[in-house]
């Protein structure tokens, strides 16, 4: 029999960037157990669209919202939406990142400044800007947990070599020093809310995934694994369940965490 408190039936959950791999497994989850999901990204059509689907499915009442998390008034328009059909938020998963361009992978030594400051601008601002506007309407009911997405490229350095002939969707690619300096904000930012939150009775927590399999080709996916202890990618699911435990109350005493689902890439 699984407890009462890991359930999230009836908690109203914002989900930034739901539109991607990892967004559209999450608001496809928690729906499935029973929470109202807030589908938060760029595309307003497609987000009205995937939350009318997932409703009809689990006979829930999920929203879609058009937002650009970069700007403040767009922000604050959609916390307010929220509050306006459900009276509440409950869970906040940060999981918005910025898209990535063909200068997205370029060189450190020739990295221009302006995709830099584009990738901080969705990867830091954005997330700043949501906990924000999202912990104003938690606090006066004292309770909620906001979940922020870091990468284990937050906690420790990228191994190049196993970018070598790596690529997805047939491009080359590799991990970026403003991905990792971008990530590793995440944490910092997390442990600053953790303490400065907790007088509301407001948990903030960091999920650090792994490399998720999304059709890389076959050789980064091997080298990948041949780093990586239990010798595979994760799966969007096994990134959720994680998710999942840190919205549910089970766990109501974890705050300022980092919890790093990575299978072990970390500890070597």
């Known amino acids: ?155 420790v350095s990228p191994d190049q070599r196993i970018y070598e002939g790596a690529t997805y969707k047939g491009k080359q690619i590799n991990t970026p020093l403003v991905y990792s300096t971008s990530k590793g904000a995440v944490i910092s930012f997390t442990r600053y809310l953790a303490t400065y939150l907790a007088k509301y009775g407001i948990r903030v927590n960091t999920v650090t995934p792994g490399g998720v399999y999304s059709g890389q080709n076959e050789t980064f996916v091997k080298q990948y694994s041949q780093r990586c202890p239990l010798g595979r990618m994760a799966t969007p699911e096994e990134i959720f369940y994680t998710v999942h435990f840190l919205a549910s109350d089970a766990s109501s005493y974890i705050t300022g965490h980092n919890l790093i689902v990575d299978g072990g890439w970390t500890i070597w």
Request: aromatic residues 6%; charged residues 25%; negative net charge.
């Open 1 to 155: 029999m699984i407890p009462e408190s890991f359930s999230v039936r009836d908690k109203v959950i914002v989900i930034t960037g739901a539109l991607g791999l990892l967004g559209t497994t999450y608001s496809d989850g928690f729906s499935q157990c029973g929470a109202h999901v807030v589908i938060v990204d760029l595309d307003g059509e497609i987000c009205a669209q995937r939350a009318r689907e997932i409703g009809q499915k689990n006979s829930t009442q999920p929203l879609g919202v058009k937002c650009d998390i970069t700007q403040k008034e767009q922000v604050k328009k959609m916390v307010q939406e929220v509050i306006s059909q459900f009276g509440r938020i409950d869970v906040l998963v940060n999981n918005a990142q910025s898209r990535t361009t063909e200068k997205y992978f370029a060189p450190l030594e020739s990295y221009p400044l302006e995709e830099w400051e584009r990738v901080m601008k969705v990867d830091v601002n954005g997330m700043f800007l949501c906990a924000q506007a999202v912990a104003r309407e938690m606090e006066p009911r004292g309770m909620g947990s906001i979940i922020n997405i870091s990468s284990i490229y937050g906690v």
